[in-house]
Every structure is written in C-alpha cells, then in structure tokens.
C-alpha cells in the first residue's frame, strides 16, 4: 500500500464500512503492485468456481515452524498514549520491493481469460459510519505506507496503523490511542500491524512484524490477544519465532494478509532475508496459530507452507463464526487466473492442500 498517511474508516484501498452492524470490507480492485503482489481470498470460507479452471490439487509439505512464547500480560490502560515525538528509532520499513511480483508455485487454478467473472461479494449499499481515522501527526510514526487495518465488535472499532492503535466507539467517537511501539518494546523497527476480532471467543487479536537489523537475526512476529472484547483492558503477549528451511536467520515476515476460521487466525507472508545487499526476496509462506492457544496464555508451535507470494488467507463468515472443514487462501498468479489453496485441522497439526 502505497498512499499518504491519512486514514479513514472507509479507505480508498481497502473500504472498511459498518453494514448492517457487521464489518465489510470491500478491497479495491485487485491490479498487480508493483512492489508487492495482490491476491484477495474469498470472505465467506468456499472456494470460486468458474468455468475454465484446470485442476493440480496436491499435498503441500511443511517447510518451517514457529514456536510461540509467551511474554505476560499487560494492560492497556497502563501502556503511554502515542505522540508524533514518541517513536523515532522504531519507525515503521520501507517497502520490500521484488522485480517480478508474481513468484512462487506457478501451478494452480487457471481462470481462462475468455470466461466473464463476476464478483462474489456485492459492494455495500448502506454505510453506518464514516468518521476521520489517525492523522499522520497523530500515527507515533509518520510511516509511509501507514498499512491501515481495522476490526469492529458489538460496542468498539479498533483502527491500526504504522505505529499506534485507536479505539473507537462505534459511534465513532475515540477512546484512546495507544504507541505500538510501547505495546511490543523492542530497539528494532516495527511494521505491518493487523487487528481482526474472533466474534465468537470475543477477543481481539493484533499482529506486528519486527524488522531484522543483523543477518543472525531470528526470524520472528509479535502477536497479542485480549483477554475481553473490550480492547481497552488487558492483552496476552506473545513473540513468535520461526525456525527451518523457509525462515533462514535474517528473514523478514513481511506484508502479513491475516484471515481466520473457528480455530485459528491464519496468516501469509512474503519474506525478504537481510544480506550484505539489504533485503531479497526468498520465498511466501503461510501458518495457522491456534485460538485455544492463543487464549491459553502459555507457550505453543505450529508448522508453515510455502505458498505463491501475496497469498491473502480467507475470513470465514458467520456470527459466530462458522466452523468449515477446509479454509481457503489464494493469490493471484501470472496466468490471468489464482493460485488457490486449503487448510484442513487448524485447531492441531494443520495440513496444506493446493486445490486446482
């Protein structure tokens, strides 16, 4: 995302619109980035079916992963509220840009060009809200791209950007803002954050990735929980470290696409390893982190797949959320068509399919 560091809760990238007392978001079109790849997975968990697609399901090995520590729990209240003078050092990396933005399997479904698609999804014909989001002088960071993201509940709205978080009341009026930086201290930078709500546990979930400063760097991301649906009380923290052939030392997880299902926030990311040339893109990888976990407050591990870049995981439907057999997650490939995957058991050893 490349745009100025003004937000709002119905941005022009990615429209985040209060409809029918849900959270709809609208992507924008889906056009390849120069810079980072686009790939939008469908929002009610089913895979697209269209005519023209040919089919090249198999298995998709483990190659990495991750094992969660836990870090304590902090309260919100207690955290210092954001200022543009507060974060200087930890500001948030410029994009990782990679030559060729479609890499990855190139093997997958094919949307033959001659076929009509329609959208699955209709765009929103009511909008409940449209307030000002957290300005540039307001963001603790000044970052370009501000990586806006946001989640919504019964009584809260939680916007994220590069690097704070707002709380709002769903009519719009703001509660607090809070310095990511204060929220996960660390004298690296700080980048991508990522806020969904598990409507049916009632617990927030944000994401953070830290930028590698050495080659020896462990690869890692920063996530945290609440422990109520009430943003403003007190989060469990956890850093995630990942470990095997897809994650060698000095990889940065960037641009992270979360989605979710009954069981487990889902996530891709496209990694860049830190060398003596700066960062190089090596490969995309995709993970579930279980929410039984997540909500234990103690230590886990879950295993990682390769996947094609810009891999963007589903958000199952439902209120509460819908309990699915098989979660999707896709990305656009250089065919015309989609790269589409599924994951099966997320809330244990999870397994990757790559479904034609």
Known sequence: MHVQNKSKLIISISSICLVGGM????????????????????????PATRAGLHSATRAVAAGGKATAKYLGKVRLADLPRATA?????????????????????????QLS??????????????????IGGTKDSQSACGC????????????RIVETVNLSMA???????????????????????ISDPRIQFDNAAKRWVLTLIPVPTSSTDTPQ????????????????????????????SGTLLDYPMMGQDSNAFILGTNNFQLSGGGFSYINSTAFAVPKAAIYAGSG????????????????ARGKPIVSYSKSYLMAANSSGGFT??????????PTMTLQG
């Open 300 to 315: 886990f591990s879950f295993p990682a797949f390769p996947v094609a870049f810009g891999t963007h995981p589903a958000v």
């Open 144 to 155: 370009q791209p501000p990586d806006t993201n946001g989640a919504v509940n019964a009584t």
């Open 221 to 248: 991301m920063f996530l945290a929980a609440s422990t109520s649906a009430d943003p403003s009380g007190s989060w469990l923290k956890y850093t995630l470290s990942f470990s095997g052939s897809l994650f060698p």
């Open 23 to 46: 959270l709809a978001v609208a992507p924008a079109e889906a056009v390849p980035h120069p810079d980072r790849g686009s790939g939008h997975a469908t929002a009610n968990g089913a």
């Open 113 to 130: 060009k001659s076929g009509s698609p329609r959208p699955l999804v209709t765009t929103p014909t009511v909008v409940r809200l449209n």
């Open 85 to 109: 003078a507060q974060v200087k050092t930890n500001t948030s990396h410029p994009a990782r840009r990679v030559p060729n933005w479609f890499q990855g399997s190139q093997v997958g479904a």
């Open 340 to 349: 589409l995957y599924y994951m099966q058991n997320t809330a244990g050893t």
């Open 167 to 189: 709380i709002y009341q769903r009519g719009g009026a703001l509660v607090s803002r809070t310095s990511l930086a204060s929220f996960f201290p660390t004298t690296r930078e």
